[in-house]
């Protein structure tokens, strides 16, 4: 059997190893357009900050560790330009000597990733105008700031990227302003949330506009002000945009894939697509809601993993399955950890719950031992006491929380089984009440 893979980084890379386990003797070729096959995009931001000193600590594996280890043969710079199922054939590009050819497959995988939203904004081409997808792209930026030594940088966006680049940037001295459309920063959050964001960002000296976009860069060949719908100038040394980013689905749809509801590649729970034979995973593909079993796009390197597990074991024959996801999400800003899992407050009554919300401020330890407040706020179903989802906002013990009320809404618990769980106590750990166990005790109230 001949497996062809198109693109790496976390789904490709994961499925052809899952695949190699399952099949000692598939041919099995991997096909990825930029010169990494296989790194961490969320470690980016600390190899622009220099917390990670080189290039290879982000960059752990290459195409001789994938041949070696796993017998994969990986093609890096090499780009995929068509897929024609009906002769089960894929055309390639090698971009370092333009030669195309064509690779015939039994089994086809995409796993395109994701690219950047770059808005049609008038100056958008300047050469200080970045995004932050690849380790290629934060070659640039990291390079730009030790050698221009900038003093402002606006960020368009304020998603997790945009909120960890403040942090970079600012422990360099520079200062930023961050630019969002939404009421409020980081708008996957409910209000209350973000103004509590906000409110700690801006005690770190950052700027923060909202309500407001950018509508043209000015300057020559580089940009030195952001002009703002709203009217106000914003002098810059560069910009970041990060306002998202969108599956990358153009290859897939030329050859007649079908697309789901959120644009993304539509799979079913065996990551098959609409064609036989052909699979997909990653951040071009959708996921779909544990908790509304509805299609959702979350794309998150954690979920692009366990879609190419299991696409890799459903191309070797295997039987595993996607199990959905939550959304689960955390970050770091200066010394704040912001969390989120399942649905928040806006999203469980837009899907027609009567929910029961609270709002719970409580120390990760007990304050003799050093402990500091977190803020939770959690939602649950009315009517059945189901835990919906959460969002926690502190400096310390945010992850241990946010990953017991993941395990908890996975297994359909209710408000009281929070209250009733049997938590590790100690005091350099946890209160004797755990902040989880608050929470359950006051959604069970009703």
Known sequence: MKIIIIGGVAGGTTAATKARRNDKTA??????????????????????????????????????????????????????????????????????TQEVFDETYDKLLIATGAVSTMLPIDGIEKENIFSLRTVVNADKIRKFVLETKPKNVVIVGTGFIGMELSETFSERGINVTLVE???????????????????????????????????????????NKVILKSGRELET??????????????????????????????????????????????????????????????????????????????????????????????????????????????????????????????????????GRDMLIKAVADKKTGRVLGAQIIGPAGVDKRIDVFVTAITFGAKAEDLANLDLAYSPPFSTAKDPVIFTGMILGKG
């Not at 790194?39 to 195409?63: E, K, M, Q, W």
């Not at 994938?66 to 590009?93: A, C, G, M, Q, W």
């Not at 920063?185 to 407001?212: A, C, F, G, H, N």
């Open 237 to 370: 040394d560069f910009v970041i945009m990060a306002v998202g980013i969108k599956p990358n689905v153009s290859l897939a749809k030329k050859a007649g894939i079908e697309l789901g509801l959120t644009g993304a590649i539509k799979v079913n729970a065996k990551m098959a697509t609409n064609i036989e034979e052909i699979y997909a995973c990653g951040d071009c593909a959708e996921s779909f809601s544990k908790i509304t079993g509805k299609p959702f796009y979350r794309p998150l390197g954690s979920t692009a993993n366990k879609m190419g597990r299991v696409a890799g074991d459903q191309i070797t024959g295997g039987d595993l399955e996607f199990q959905g996801g939550l959304g689960t999400g955390i970050f770091k800003v200066f010394d704040m950890a912001i969390a989120q899992t399942g649905l928040t407050e806006k999203e469980a009554l837009r899907e027609g719950y009567e929910v029961i919300v609270s709002h719970d401020r409580k120390p990760d330890k007990p304050e003799y031992y050093g």
């Open 27 to 96: 041919e099995i070729k991997l096909f990825e357009a930029d010169q990494d096959i296989s790194y961490s995009g969320c470690a980016l931001p600390y190899y622009i900050s220099n917390r990670i000193t080189n290039r290879a600590g982000v960059v752990p594996r290459n195409a001789d560790f994938f041949k070696k280890k796993h017998n994969v043969d990986v093609y890096t710079s090499h780009r995929v330009l068509e897929i024609k199922p009906e002769v089960k054939t894929v055309t390639v590009e090698n971009l370092a």
């Open 181 to 223: 459309l939404a009421p409020h920063v980081m708008p996957t959050l409910d209000s209350e949330m973000s103004e509590e964001l906000e409110k700690y960002l801006r005690d770190q000296k950052v700027t923060i506009v909202t309500e407001d976009s950018a509508v043209r860069f000015e300057g020559s060949t580089r940009v």
